[in-house]
Protein backbone atom coordinates (compact mmCIF):
# COMPACT_ATOMS: atom_id res chain seq x y z
CA UNK A 1 0.00 0.00 0.00
CA UNK A 2 2.94 2.39 0.66
CA UNK A 3 4.49 1.33 -2.95
CA UNK A 4 1.15 2.59 -4.23
CA UNK A 5 0.73 5.89 -2.41
CA UNK A 6 4.79 6.99 -3.02
CA UNK A 7 3.85 6.01 -7.13
CA UNK A 8 1.07 8.23 -7.38
CA UNK A 9 2.74 11.04 -5.52
CA UNK A 10 5.73 10.25 -8.14
CA UNK A 11 2.97 11.16 -10.80
CA UNK A 12 2.01 14.61 -9.75
CA UNK A 13 5.07 16.32 -11.05
CA UNK A 14 6.70 16.42 -14.51
CA UNK A 15 9.61 14.35 -13.37
CA UNK A 16 7.92 12.11 -11.09
CA UNK A 17 5.52 11.43 -14.05
CA UNK A 18 7.88 10.19 -16.36
CA UNK A 19 9.15 7.91 -13.92
CA UNK A 20 5.70 6.49 -12.50
CA UNK A 21 4.40 6.22 -16.02
CA UNK A 22 7.83 3.56 -17.00
CA UNK A 23 6.82 1.60 -13.74
CA UNK A 24 3.08 1.50 -14.46
CA UNK A 25 3.68 0.12 -18.15
CA UNK A 26 6.00 -2.18 -16.70
CA UNK A 27 2.91 -3.58 -15.38
CA UNK A 28 0.51 -2.94 -18.30
CA UNK A 29 -0.75 0.53 -16.54
CA UNK A 30 -1.76 3.38 -17.87
CA UNK A 31 -1.42 6.34 -15.75
CA UNK A 32 -3.61 8.73 -17.20
CA UNK A 33 -6.09 5.84 -19.03
CA UNK A 34 -6.31 3.81 -16.05
CA UNK A 35 -7.43 7.09 -13.63
CA UNK A 36 -4.33 7.74 -12.06
CA UNK A 37 -3.85 10.90 -13.75
CA UNK A 38 -6.07 13.58 -16.32
CA UNK A 39 -5.80 13.17 -19.78
CA UNK A 40 -3.93 15.96 -21.48
CA UNK A 41 -7.68 16.13 -23.92
CA UNK A 42 -9.61 15.91 -20.81
CA UNK A 43 -8.00 18.89 -19.31
CA UNK A 44 -8.88 21.20 -22.63
CA UNK A 45 -12.18 19.84 -22.95
CA UNK A 46 -15.02 22.25 -22.97
CA UNK A 47 -17.39 21.53 -20.24
CA UNK A 48 -20.36 19.71 -21.26
CA UNK A 49 -24.00 21.27 -20.49
CA UNK A 50 -26.75 18.66 -18.88
CA UNK A 51 -29.67 18.52 -20.60
CA UNK A 52 -32.64 20.15 -19.65
CA UNK A 53 -36.33 19.64 -20.05
CA UNK A 54 -38.87 22.42 -20.22
CA UNK A 55 -41.40 21.63 -17.08
CA UNK A 56 -43.31 24.99 -16.53
CA UNK A 57 -44.14 28.27 -18.55
CA UNK A 58 -44.47 31.21 -15.99
CA UNK A 59 -46.40 34.32 -17.44
CA UNK A 60 -45.93 37.49 -16.26
CA UNK A 61 -48.35 40.42 -17.71
CA UNK A 62 -49.08 44.66 -17.55
CA UNK A 63 -52.74 45.62 -15.93
CA UNK A 64 -54.36 45.31 -19.47
CA UNK A 65 -53.03 41.18 -19.89
CA UNK A 66 -50.40 42.04 -22.31
CA UNK A 67 -47.50 39.44 -22.06
CA UNK A 68 -44.45 40.83 -20.82
CA UNK A 69 -41.79 38.23 -20.46
CA UNK A 70 -42.03 34.11 -19.17
CA UNK A 71 -40.13 32.65 -16.94
CA UNK A 72 -38.88 29.07 -17.64
CA UNK A 73 -38.32 26.11 -15.43
CA UNK A 74 -36.26 23.64 -16.86
CA UNK A 75 -35.36 20.12 -14.85
CA UNK A 76 -32.03 18.78 -15.64
CA UNK A 77 -31.37 14.99 -16.46
CA UNK A 78 -29.61 15.15 -12.79
CA UNK A 79 -32.88 16.05 -11.28
CA UNK A 80 -31.74 19.59 -10.79
CA UNK A 81 -33.49 22.91 -11.58
CA UNK A 82 -32.85 25.50 -13.52
CA UNK A 83 -34.52 28.84 -14.55
CA UNK A 84 -33.95 30.99 -17.73
CA UNK A 85 -36.50 34.43 -19.28
CA UNK A 86 -37.86 35.35 -21.91
CA UNK A 87 -39.78 38.59 -23.36
CA UNK A 88 -41.85 38.67 -27.25
CA UNK A 89 -39.75 39.71 -29.64
CA UNK A 90 -41.56 43.07 -30.97
CA UNK A 91 -39.89 42.65 -34.37
CA UNK A 92 -40.31 39.31 -34.54
CA UNK A 93 -44.03 38.22 -33.69
CA UNK A 94 -44.38 35.23 -32.41
CA UNK A 95 -40.22 34.91 -31.71
CA UNK A 96 -38.74 35.77 -28.04
CA UNK A 97 -35.76 37.40 -27.02
CA UNK A 98 -34.30 35.42 -23.90
CA UNK A 99 -33.36 38.08 -21.70
CA UNK A 100 -35.13 40.70 -19.68
CA UNK A 101 -33.26 44.06 -20.70
CA UNK A 102 -35.89 45.87 -21.57
CA UNK A 103 -37.79 45.40 -17.69
CA UNK A 104 -35.63 47.38 -14.81
CA UNK A 105 -37.81 46.71 -12.29
CA UNK A 106 -40.03 43.47 -12.77
CA UNK A 107 -41.20 42.76 -9.68
CA UNK A 108 -43.86 45.27 -9.51
CA UNK A 109 -45.70 42.96 -12.16
CA UNK A 110 -48.18 40.27 -10.86
CA UNK A 111 -47.89 36.89 -11.97
CA UNK A 112 -50.49 35.06 -14.35
CA UNK A 113 -50.74 31.52 -15.15
Known amino acids: ?4 ARLLDLGT ?3 GETHAKKIFQSVGLDLA ?3 FLESSSSKN ?3 VKAKK ?3 KT ?3 RDEDGKLLYEKLRYRTE ?3 KSFSHRRPNPDAPGD ?4 LKQYQNIENYDYMV
Do not use: E, F
Open 78 to 80: TGG
Open 33 to 35: KDG
Open 58 to 60: YQY
Open 13 to 15: SDL
Open 53 to 55: TLV
Open 96 to 99: YVYN
Open 1 to 4: MRLG
Open 45 to 47: APP
